[in-house]
């Protein structure tokens, strides 16, 4: 779509995308709700006795629960927007689409074990 404004006396034609049209944008979008809900799991699984299987992130939610959960969103959000920056990119749009299947596999992952 694109709309037509004057600046200055010019005719400047923008284009505005409807991002909730993309492919990409909705594989981000579904990216950091897969993000959220592993962190969610993730701290059920802490108060039953369970570890993080990422050895960083280990450290990071041994030192401090708060901390681990923040830098656990923050982290994998500013890799998605870091993707979605580069859309036109063959390897972003391959890379967010690797990290979506990934996080719905430890999603799928989780809901096995809190069904046993």
Same mark, same amino acid.
């Given at each position: 779509m694109t709309? !037509? @404004?004057f600046y200055s006396g010019k005719l400047i034609r923008l284009e505005i995308r409807q991002l909730g049209k993309s492919l990409l944008f909705r594989r981000i979008v579904l990216l950091i709700f897969l993000n959220i809900a592993d962190l969610f799991?993730?701290?059920r699984a802490f108060s !039953?006795?369970?570890a993080e299987f990422n050895p960083f992130m280990? @450290?990071?939610f041994e030192k401090n629960l708060v901390l681990?959960?923040?830098?656990k969103v923050s982290l994998v959000?500013?890799?998605a927007l870091l993707l979605f920056s580069f859309r036109k990119s063959a390897v972003a749009r391959t890379g967010a689409?690797?990290?979506t299947t990934l996080y719905a596999g430890v999603f799928f992952y989780h809901l096995y074990l809190f069904n046993f």
């Open positions: 709309r !037509k @404004i799991f993730s701290l !039953k006795g369970a280990r @450290i990071l681990g959960s923040v830098a959000t500013l890799a689409t690797f990290a």
